[in-house]
Nanobody
Framework: VQLQASGGGLVEPGGSLRLSCVAS????????VAWYRQAPGKQRELVAY???????NYADSVKGRFTISRENAKNTMYLQMNSLKPEDTAVYYC??????????WGQGTQVTVSS
């Protein structure tokens, strides 16, 4: 099983980025998907979560700015991030889970919001 995240980078405040995470080795359509982030010196936190056939949930800090989505035909999840703020700077991790039985993480991609 492998989750490969990409799309991070340096962006100015107010800018946008789209993160991608390609999954292999799992039946992607049956897995819930999520994005987490971890800023320096802080704990990893949930950013967005989407279960199969359920509405997405977002951290209050990103509601209205971030959108989680998935493209099952490509075994890929996305995180569209708009109106980025310096406090969004973190390493972003994708996660795929099948209930609590099987949980897989991507390797992380750095997002830096700075002028």
């Amino acid at each position: 099983v492998q989750l490969q995240a990409s799309g991070g980078g340096l962006v100015e405040p107010g800018g946008s980025l789209r993160l991608s995470c390609v999954a292999s080795g799992i039946t992607f359509t049956t897995y819930a998907v999520a994005w987490y982030r971890q800023a320096p010196g802080k704990q990893r936190e949930l950013v967005a979560y989407s279960d199969v056939n359920s509405p997405a949930n977002y951290a209050d800090s990103v509601k209205g700015r971030f959108t989680i989505s998935r493209e099952n035909a490509k075994n890929t999840m996305y995180l569209q991030m708009n109106s980025l703020k310096p406090e969004d700077t973190a390493v972003y991790y994708c996660r795929a889970s099948f209930f609590s039985w099987r949980v897989y993480w991507g390797q992380g991609t750095q997002v830096t919001v700075s002028s």
